[in-house]
T-cell receptor, first 114, second 112 residues
Framework: NAGVTQTPKFRVLKTGQSMTLLCAQDMNHEYMYWYRQDPGMGLRLIHYSVGEGTTAKGEVPDGYNVSRLKKQNFLLGLESAAPSQTSVYFC?????????????FGPGTRLTVT | KNQVEQSPQSLIILEGKNCTLQCNYTVSPFSNLRWYKQDTGRGPVSLTIMTFSENTKSNGRYTATLDADTKQSSLHITASQLSDSASYICVVSAGVGDKLVFGAGTILRVKS
């Protein structure tokens, strides 16, 4: 039982390049989330999904897209990376609504955009 | 505006000593409050979750308190160990709109 895994762990992009971050969970959770964590700030929600085939915007969705084609996977895409997207990205999952249910976080992906 | 403020920003203590971390919030309506531990280079891991009716909750050497009237919570760590070195994050849930508000965290360093 691996919990929540993220690929890759580190990535360096040039401005304008694109990439996809992969999140996988093996707990059969319905809800999945993508957050970013910046120094001196709390985690901020980018996008989330309440089930297979669904996605919704969080607090800071601009510049990102997501897809949830399979229940266990949640992909985060950057179409044209900008230096402001340099951050640590965390995926999380919960059985039901994160307000009432425990969230389980992945180990994070450190992204640098130059 | 929904906010969670944590203090201090960082703290250094000697191994074996106790410490208390603070969390003040303005989130409304309140649903629950959580404390997470985040080791360097890892994702946050839940320590406790407290609802409106709970004043105190323990998890081993970690004890969280909640005062819903003053909108304050604290996390007390007893007999600190080197492995307690981490960032501790307070998260408050609002009862509507699927809202979680994360604090910026307190960085704790335990030294021998």
């Amino acid at each position: 039982n691996a919990g929540v895994t993220q690929t890759p762990k580190f990535r360096v992009l040039k401005t304008g390049q694109s990439m996809t971050l992969l999140c996988a969970q093996d707990m059969n959770h319905e809800y999945m989330y993508w957050y970013r964590q910046d120094p001196g700030m709390g985690l901020r929600l980018i996008h989330y999904s309440v089930g297979e085939g669904t996605t919704a915007k969080g607090e800071v969705p601009d510049g990102y897209n997501v897809s949830r084609l399979k229940k266990q996977n949640f992909l985060l895409g950057l179409e044209s990376a900008a230096p402001s997207q340099t951050s640590v990205y965390f995926c999380a999952s919960s059985l039901r609504d994160r307000v009432y249910d425990e969230q389980y976080f992945g180990p994070g992906t450190r992204l640098t955009v130059t | 505006k929904n906010q969670v403020e944590q203090s201090p920003q960082s703290l250094i203590i000697l191994e074996g000593k106790n410490c208390t971390l603070q969390c003040n919030y303005t989130v409304s309506p309140f649903s629950n409050l959580r404390w997470y531990k985040q080791d360097t280079g890892r994702g946050p891991v839940s320590l406790t979750i407290m609802t409106f009716s709970e004043n105190t909750k323990s998890n081993g050497r970690y004890t969280a308190t909640l005062d819903a009237d003053t909108k304050q919570s604290s996390l007390h760590i007893t007999a600190s160990q080197l492995s307690d070195s981490a960032s501790y994050i307070c998260v408050v849930s609002a009862g509507v709109g699927d809202k979680l508000v994360f604090g910026a965290g307190t960085i704790l360093r335990v030294k021998s």
